[in-house]
């Protein structure tokens, strides 16, 4: 088998093996959420030609929400890919998570052949493992939502990003295929428009390097490192530094000419505030803890000693994977861990890196022994977390939360009894619309009941919903008139 069968040999190796845990985990039913209810609804307004309604509703819910709960039209991405899906199926839970299982594990298979390049075969299989067996990872393959097919799509715009600025062969090609890449990702994920900040901040500091300092900074070795091309970026002709550009923009106008424009409220949620990077990070460091294992500290260090010592020749990838972190400390929500999917297979190369430098620092073998024992440590951890989780899935038997029995039950006896016209307070607005074609809204709790109500018909309380204070104002309140209940779920009409 010639070099290049075997390196794909390689990486569907680690494709298949992140695949099967990921399968075995699937379960019943989808956690609250919410953010997955309105993809899927945009989904099925593609399907069924219903967009206009849908957006409606949706803007409805938004406008009459608390700040948080989203944004009136999430990016087209997904919904386009779910859409023919349920055209097919309807809402089947089953399918669209293989369709997660599937992006994670072309997300393994794409980052096997990118470190590969980067370092050695072994060194690759290891890294493409630690993503393709990280818990977190495989946990989130349970909710239907955009951030693991975003980290596929971003993965293949590093790649040809990649070649686009490092290699002079297909210089077309691979230009167009960089501004396609970086389009798909930003049509999953917003937040992916770093890919494109990252390559302008790329194009002026080639611009400068290559016409002031080249002469005078190499002699520093924070700018020598790793050969990978021998394309000069700044060399190339100035439309080929355009096309990236022109897809991308191109693609974007065009969604946004066809469809409701998405994330247009987005910006306002950025706040330059010492206060929130702060607490920010704090959240963030301990989702690190999570998906980099038990030696999370040392590999964070090592990744930071990569990135310092080979800035030089991976100044896109570092400053994408910095740009996106500062873009997550200053946005005012957190999204938890999902937000770091796209950037975390970057740091573990970087943490490689590190091993590399401090290999050159010391001249010592044994530097690379103990990374390799370190790695193996790891990723037992992950095996064994991943394990768990597997046991733990299995036993359920039922859909659970948002499509258990008595919530199937409660959608069924709205879109069966009230008007598609109501409103309906729910604490989950999204997931009962999706459900029922209701209106909906939410508002934070600790709300006055008496002005968290004043615009709803209706009133459904979930045992697990934490409006202890709406129910105890609706339990003495004789004007509201419960109309269904099961074991989980009490329906009001409001007075």
């Known amino acids: 088998m010639n070099r290049n069968k075997m390196r794909y040999a390689y990486a569907l190796l680690c494709a298949i093996l992140c695949l099967i845990p990921a399968v075995m985990m699937i379960y019943p039913g989808h956690v609250w959420g919410g953010d997955f209810s309105q993809y899927i609804a945009q989904a099925r307004a593609l399907a069924t030609g219903s967009v206009e309604s849908w957006y409606e509703k949706n803007a409805f819910i938004i406008s009459h929400s608390g700040k948080g709960l989203g944004i009136p039209v999430y990016p087209w991405g997904l919904p386009f890919i779910l859409a ?48 393709g067996l990280n818990p977190v990872y495989i946990q989130n393959t349970e909710s239907v939502l955009s951030d693991i097919p975003c980290m596929f799509f971003s993965i293949l715009a590093v790649i040809y990003v990649e070649k686009h600025l490092k290699e002079s062969v297909s210089p077309v090609k691979n230009a167009v295929l960089s501004g396609f890449f970086i389009f798909c990702a930003v049509q999953m994920r917003s937040m992916a428009l770093s890919l494109l900040a990252a390559l302008i901040c790329y194009e002026a500091a ?45 693609g974007t106008n065009l969604v946004n000419v066809l469809l409701p424009k998405a994330g247009e ?98 001249k010592s073998g044994l530097v690379y022994y103990i990374a390799m024992a370190g790695a193996v440590i790891v990723l037992a951890f992950y095996i064994s977390d991943v394990g768990r989780g597997i ?12 499509y258990s029995l008595d919530a199937q039950g409660v959608y069924d006896f709205i879109a069966g009894s009230i008007d598609k016209d109501s409103v309906v307070y729910f604490f989950k607005p999204r997931v009962l619309y999706l459900n029922t074609d209701v209106y909906s809204y939410t508002l934070p709790n600790g709300t006055e009941p008496s002005e968290a109500l004043d615009g709803a018909d209706y009133l459904l309380l979930y045992e697990n919903d934490g409006q202890d204070t709406i129910k105890a104002f609706v339990s003495d309140n004789s004007d509201y008139q419960m109309i ?8 009001y009409q409001c007075p």
């Open 84 to 131: 023919p899906l349920y055209a097919l199926f309807g809402e089947w839970l089953f399918a669209f998570k293989l369709v997660e299982i599937l992006f994670l594990a072309g997300s393994v298979f794409a980052s096997y052949l990118f470190f590969e390049k980067k370092t050695n075969k072994w060194a690759a299989f290891i890294l493409a493992l630690f993503m």
């Open 206 to 250: 080639s611009f400068i390097w290559g016409a002031f300092l080249e002469k005078h900074l190499t002699k520093f070795k924070v700018f020598e490192g790793r050969k990978s091309g021998s394309g000069r970026f700044y060399d190339k002709k100035w439309q080929y530094h355009l096309i990236p550009y022109v897809v991308f923009f191109a």
């Open 265 to 362: 409220s987005y910006a306002d949620w950025f706040k330059l505030s010492f206060e929130n990077m702060k607490m920010m990070w704090s959240r963030y460091y301990a989702e690190f803890c999570r998906f980099l294992g038990r030696f999370f500290v040392i590999i964070l260090i090592l990744a930071v000693v990569g990135m310092l010592c080979y800035l030089g020749t991976e100044f896109y990838l570092a400053t994408y994977v910095l740009g996106t972190f500062f873009m997550l400390l200053i946005y005012e929500y957190y999204p938890g861990a999902r937000c770091l999917f796209s950037i975390v297979p970057f740091l573990f190369l970087f943490s490689y890196y590190g091993v590399e430098a401090v290999f050159r620092w010391t």
């Open 391 to 402: 046991s733990f899935r299995q036993k359920i038997d039922r859909p659970v939360e948002a």
């Open 484 to 491: 269904y209940y099961n074991d989980s779920f009490m329906l």
